[in-house]
T-cell receptor, first 114, second 118 residues
Framework: DTGVSQNPRHKITKRGQNVTFRCDPI?????LYWYRQTLGQGPEFLTY????????KSRLLSDRFSAERPKGSFSTLEIQRTEQGDSAMYLC????????????FGPGTRLTVT | AQKVTQAQTEISVVEKEDVTLDCVYE???????LFWYKQPPSGELVFLIR??????QNEISGRYSWNFQKSTSSFNFTITASQVVDSAVYFC???????????????FGTGTLLAVQP
């Protein structure tokens, strides 16, 4: 199966620690999106890349968050000095730029900050 | 601004009942896409349907049907003869049509938890 994959699937960390998540998109997809989903809410857009360029960031993405896509393939999302409010499911999606409405989602990384 | 409202937070039905999930959206775009996704307990978002704002024809796929009404900005989803396996959270979402540089980010509603009892 060559769908979107995310690692780890679950992460438990203590407040104040740094965490990093990885997303591997579908191989030919040049767009990659990050969304965050808190309990009882729908996913909310965080940021997206076209190839290696980060083209838009939501105001939800505080300065403790950083995302990269160094070679236009996989992407990482790092959260520094985690807070309990960061506990959420972090979803990655990928698409072709020409059909960006067809976003394929990964299984998500569930972060719990204790 | 774009917004999706799913006023029903939870619905509980007995198997074989029909159920309709409501979705109301707001957008200033003249062209846009509407979506429904299913999120089972495993957490992965499963795509169900995409609808272009130009196409107001209703669609049926097996036990699923969708009613798109631009006049009321609604895109409702009906499951006929519900089954226990339909139990999940269902999200309605909105996106701008792709044109030069558009983000195409998805704007999701808060979801409706559907519980189908045997």
């Amino acid at each position: 199966d060559t769908g979107v994959s995310q690692n780890p699937r679950h992460k438990i960390t203590k407040r104040g620690q740094n965490v990093t998540f990885r997303c591997d998109p579908i191989s030919e997809h040049n767009r990659l999106y990050w969304y965050r989903q808190t309990l009882g809410q729908g996913p909310e857009f965080l940021t997206y890349f076209q190839n290696e360029a980060q083209l838009e960031k939501s105001r939800l993405l505080s300065d403790r968050f950083s995302a990269e896509r160094p070679k236009g393939s996989f992407s990482t999302l790092e959260i520094q000095r985690t807070e309990q409010g960061d506990s959420a499911m972090y979803l990655c999606a990928s698409s072709l730029a020409s059909t960006a409405y067809e976003q394929y989602f990964g299984p998500g990384t569930r972060l719990t900050v204790t | 601004a774009q917004k999706v409202t799913q006023a029903q937070t939870e619905i509980s039905v007995v198997e074989k009942e029909d159920v309709t999930l409501d979705c109301v959206y707001e957008t200033r775009d003249t062209t846009y896409y509407l979506f429904w996704y299913k999120q089972p307990p495993s957490g992965e978002l499963v795509f169900l349907i995409r609808r272009n704002s130009f196409d107001e024809q209703n669609e049926i796929s097996g036990r699923y049907s969708w009613n798109f009404q631009k006049s009321t900005s609604s895109f409702n989803f009906t499951i006929t003869a519900s089954q226990v396996v339909d139990s999940a959270v269902y999200f309605c979402a909105l996106s701008a049509v792709n044109y030069g540089g558009a983000t195409n980010k998805l704007i999701f509603g808060t979801g409706t938890l559907l519980a189908v009892q045997p």
